[in-house]
């Protein structure tokens, strides 16, 4: 049911705000996160917009450690591929 209050309608022209700027920020973070990490200030930026995304309360503080976690142990990829941590045999 639709709400029909000031109120009603005015939370919920912030929560369409909230939401579109939420999704924008999470699909940079999946953007940084996902690709190969081909640099250390890859890396540097990936971490820091994670952090920033836990201190503005878009994703939860644990489950930004947990990602930073995750991308530390991912290994360096000299080209555009990613990595899979496995050496590969000639």
């Not at 930004?64 to 045999?89: C, E, F, V, Y």
């Given at each position: 049911?639709?709400?029909?209050?000031?109120?009603?309608?005015?939370?919920?022209?912030?929560?369409?705000?909230?939401?579109?700027?939420?999704?924008?920020?999470?699909?940079?973070?999946k953007t940084l996160t996902k690709g190969p990490l081909t640099s250390p200030?890859?890396?540097?930026?990936?971490?820091?917009?994670?952090?920033?995304?836990?201190?503005?309360?878009?994703?939860?503080?644990?489950?930004?450690?947990?990602?930073?976690?995750?991308?530390?142990?991912?290994?360096?990829?000299?080209?555009?591929k990613r990595g899979n941590g496995k050496t590969q045999t000639p």
């Amino acid at each position: 049911m639709a709400k029909r209050s000031r109120s009603g309608l005015k939370h919920k022209r912030q929560s369409e705000k909230r939401r579109v700027g939420n999704q924008a920020v999470l699909s940079r973070l999946k953007t940084l996160t996902k690709g190969p990490l081909t640099s250390p200030d890859r890396l540097a930026q990936a971490l820091s917009e994670l952090d920033r995304a836990a201190r503005k309360g878009i994703i939860h503080q644990n489950t930004a450690a947990r990602k930073k976690s995750r991308l530390m142990r991912k290994p360096m990829t000299d080209t555009g591929k990613r990595g899979n941590g496995k050496t590969q045999t000639p």
